[in-house]
C-alpha cells in the first residue's frame, strides 16, 4: 500500500515529488493555481506534497496572475533535465519537435519522470519516448494530450484493460464541436461562426490544425496506440476537418433524424488471410440524434471505447482550458508520487505491433452525399447514373433550392448501406462533370 | 516501469498472478470466460499472466458454460484465504455479511489481495477492510462494486485526484432506470413494467433493492467516500425509491420540459461556523432535457463528477451484466498485478473524515410536487394556502382529470426555487387533510 498509512491522522512527511515546469502558459499557470488551491487534497491523495521547484519559460517578466518567483528560473528549459533536485519535468511548452523534445528526452535520459501535454510530441514521437521511457525505467505520462481534463487516457490504459476493445470513436477537438452546435443552433454559416468564434478566443487566428482535423487525428492516433496495442501511426490517420460542411448540410441532416460531428474513429480489421489493419478516420460524421454523442455541444470532448465486455462506455467532459488541462496533468503526477509504474501505453512497446493502415476498401456503411450543382437541365440525371453505374443504391434524394446568384443548386441524398469503395467509384465517375463547381461532401452515417 | 520491459517482443515471462474464485454465478463465470477469451491481451496488459487456480460456490456440479475441472475446488470459500498457491481472492459472493466478509477479512489478513463486486460490503464495512488491507499491507479493490463496467472508482480514485470534488450525481441503478425510461417510452404505470421487467429477468424476484434505491444508496455511499474523503456512511443516506412515481408524474414532467431519472446525489456544504456536513441522497428528480442524464435510457448507469478544475465529466455505460462486472473485476487484477499500491479510498483510511449528515435544512431547489386528493371542492386552496403559509411560493400548477373510480385526482405544481424545508413544512401542513388521499411526491428538480 501507499506511504504512511500506519501514523493515525497525521499528514505524510514522505519526501515532496519535486517538480520542474516548462512553459507558463494558461495551462501553466492553471497547474501553479491547482496546487496552490488543492495542496491539501493534492497531498493527501498522492502520499506526498507535490512541490514545484523551478520553472521555465521564454519571458520571464511578464504577468500571469501567479506568483512565480518562489521557483527557481531557467533560461534554457532543456537544462531543466539536469536539475539535482528535480524528480519530474511538465512539459507544457508545445511543438512536435525542437525544444520541447529535446527536453522529453533528456528528461528520460536523466531518469526522470515526464508528464506532457504535448499531443502533437507523442503522436510523432510517443514510440521512440515509451521506449525511452521503459529502458531507464522513468514514468512517462501524458493524460493531458488527449481530451483536455477528461481521463480517457487512464481509462483505456486500465479502465477498460480487461477488454479487447472492438472500436473508439468520438468527439475530439472542442473548436470544431463548438462551430458545429453553434451552426446547428443560430443557422449560420461555417466561416461566419469561425470569425466570432475568433473574435470570442474559442478558436485560434489559424485554426487550420482544429478545423481541419489535424488536432483530432493527434489525440486519436494516441488512443489507437492504447486501445489496441498497435504503434503509432498519426501519419496514416484519414483526416477531413469541417470547412466543407455547410449551414444546408446541418438542416438537411437534421431534416433525416441527424446532427453533423467531427468523428475520431478507429479500429482494426481483420483480412480473409487473418492481415490485422487499422483504420483510423476523422471526418465529419451523420449522428443520430438518439446517440449520446449528438448530445455533445460546445467545446466538450466525448470518447466512447466498445470492449468486448464491457460494452460501450463513454467519457465526456472538457477536452481543453486551462483548469481541465491542469487537472489532467497533476491526474499524472499524482499517479508519479504514487508510485504507478505501468507501461505509457499499456503493454509496453516492444510488443506493440506495427499495423497496416486499412484504407476503406473493406468497409461498408451508410453515407450521406451533398452536391453543389449548376443549375441546368440533366444534371440530376448524371448524378444518378454515375450512382447507378458505381453501385451505388440511392436511399433518398434532396434537390434543394438554389443558393447563390449564380444558380449553384445543393443536392443531397443518402445512400443505403453498400461499400465505400463504390462511393469513391461514382465520385471518381463525376470527378471531370463540369455540373459540379465545388468538392462534394461525403459523411459517413454513424448508426445508433 | 512493468516487468520485462527488456526483452523485445517476447511475453513477459513473469510469474502469474494466482487468483482464488468465490462465487460463480453469472459474473463468477463470465470472469472465466473473460480470462479464456482475452488472456493474450490481459496478460500483455498486466505484464504477466492472470491465473485461477481454485474455485467455490455452493453447488459443484452446476452447469454454468465454462470448464472449473482445471480449477481446485474449495467447498468451503472461507478457506480459499488460506492457500499458499494464492495471491488474490475474488469474491462474487455477495452479502454485506456472512462467508463473503469473513472471508475478505480472512484475504488481507493473510496479506492476500482482495477485489470484490459486493457493494453491500464495501458500503457496510469498507472502512474497516481498508484499514485492515493498508495495515497488511494488501490490496483491496472494488471497482465492480460501483455501476458495473464503467470504470468510475478508478475515475474518481485517480482520474479527478487533482480536484476538489464538488458534487457527485448520477443514475447508479439499471433496474430502476430501466423501469424509468421504459415508462416513458410507454406511458405504462409503474407496477406493470415491474411485473414485465422481472418477466424478462431484469429485475429480481424481490425489486426492493433496486427500486427502493438501496443498491444506488450502497454505489452512491462508497463514490462518495472516495470523492469527498469522507467515511463511508451508508446509514445516513436519504433513500426515496421510485415506487411513488406514475405515469402521469412522466407525462407531467415530459411536458415540463423534463425526464424522471433515480438520482443518486453527494456533496458537502460548509455551515457558517465552518463545519462540513456531508449531503448524501438518492431520490426521483425531475432531469432536463438537455442533461447528458436525460439522454440515459434502459440499463445504463451514468456518473457525473464535478472537479474544481476539470469541471464536469461524465462516465457512462453498462450498470451491471456478466460481461461488464467481469471487466471491471479483470481491470482490478491487472492493476494488482502490475504493482498498483495506493489507498483503497484514494486516501489512507486514517486521513479520512467522519462528518454528520448535511440534512435539508440549509438547502434550497426547485421543486416538483403532485398530490393525490380526492375530488371536492375547496382542496386546490387547502393545498395553496399550505404552500403561502409554508412561504412555498407557486410557479406553477397542474389540476389532472379523474384517474379512478374512486374520484382520486392529481394535482402537480413546480415551486420556485427556495428553501427545502418550506416545501417540508407544507406538507406537514397537510398531512392531516382528509383531502389527500395517499403520500404526496416531491422531486428535485436538476438544473442543466
Not at 522513468?138 to 490504459?157: D, S
Amino acid at each position: 500500500m501507499a506511504q504512511d498509512h500506519s501514523s493515525p491522522a497525521q499528514p505524510s512527511t514522505s519526501p515532496p515529488l519535486r517538480i520542474a515546469l516548462a512553459g507558463l502558459g494558461t495551462v501553466g499557470a492553471g497547474m501553479i493555481r491547482l496546487l496552490e488551491t488543492n495542496a491539501d487534497i493534492v497531498r493527501a491523495r498522492a502520499g506526498r506534497p507535490l512541490e514545484i521547484v523551478a520553472v521555465s519559460a521564454r519571458d520571464r517578466s511578464k504577468n500571469r496572475g501567479v506568483d512565480i518567483s518562489r521557483f527557481a528560473w531557467e533560461d534554457d528549459m532543456t537544462a531543466m533535465a539536469a536539475r539535482g533536485d528535480v524528480d519530474v519535468v511538465v512539459e507544457l511548452v508545445g511543438g512536435s519537435d525542437g525544444p520541447a523534445l529535446t527536453l522529453a528526452r533528456n528528461t528520460i535520459a536523466a531518469g526522470k519522470g515526464l508528464v506532457t501535454a504535448n499531443k502533437a510530441m507523442i503522436a510523432h514521437h510517443g514510440m521512440e519516448l515509451a521506449r525511452l521511457a521503459e529502458a531507464a525505467p522513468a514514468p512517462l505520462k501524458f493524460e493531458a494530450a488527449v481530451a483536455g481534463g477528461i481521463p480517457v487516457v487512464k481509462g483505456l490504459r486500465e479502465g477498460t484493460a480487461a477488454n479487447a476493445i472492438e472500436r473508439i470513436y468520438g468527439i475530439l477537438n472542442g473548436t470544431s464541436n463548438y462551430i458545429l452546435s453553434t451552426m446547428e443552433a443560430t443557422g449560420a454559416d461555417f466561416s461566419a461562426v469561425l470569425a466570432e468564434a475568433q473574435a470570442k478566443g474559442y478558436a485560434e487566428a489559424d485554426p487550420t490544425f482544429d478545423v481541419g482535423g489535424i488536432d483530432a487525428a493527434h489525440k486519436l492516433s494516441i488512443l489507437a496506440g492504447i486501445a489496441f496495442g498497435t504503434c503509432i501511426d498519426f501519419g496514416n490517420v484519414e483526416c477531413e476537418g469541417i470547412t466543407g460542411v455547410r449551414a444546408a448540410d446541418i438542416a438537411q441532416a437534421d431534416a433525416l433524424g441527424y446532427v453533423i460531428r467531427l468523428i475520431g474513429m478507429a479500429d482494426v480489421e481483420t483480412g480473409g488471410d487473418g492481415t490485422q489493419r487499422l483504420l483510423q478516420r476523422v471526418k465529419p460524421c451523420l449522428v443520430p440524434k438518439g446517440h449520446p454523442l449528438a448530445h455533445v455541444t460546445g467545446a466538450t470532448n466525448a470518447v466512447v471505447a466498445e470492449g468486448n465486455f464491457s460494452g460501450r462506455l463513454l467519457f465526456q467532459g472538457a477536452g481543453a482550458g486551462d483548469g481541465p488541462t491542469a487537472s489532467a496533468v497533476v491526474a499524472d503526477l499524482i499517479d508519479i508520487a504514487r508510485g504507478e509504474t505501468s507501461a505509457p501505453f499499456s503493454i509496453p512497446v516492444a510488443e506493440m505491433v506495427a499495423m497496416e493502415p486499412a484504407g476503406s476498401g473493406a468497409r461498408t456503411g451508410r453515407t450521406y452525399l451533398r452536391f453543389t450543382v449548376t443549375d441546368r437541365p440533366g444534371v440530376l440525371a448524371e448524378i444518378t447514373a454515375a450512382m447507378r453505374d458505381a453501385g451505388v443504391s440511392i436511399e433518398s434524394l434532396i434537390q434543394q433550392g438554389r443558393v447563390s446568384e449564380g444558380g449553384e443548386v445543393l443536392v443531397a441524398m443518402v445512400a443505403h448501406e453498400g461499400p465505400e469503395k463504390n462511393i469513391a467509384r461514382a465520385l471518381a465517375l463525376l470527378e471531370a462533370s463540369p455540373s459540379l463547381t465545388a468538392t462534394p461532401l461525403v459523411m459517413q452515417i454513424i448508426s445508433g
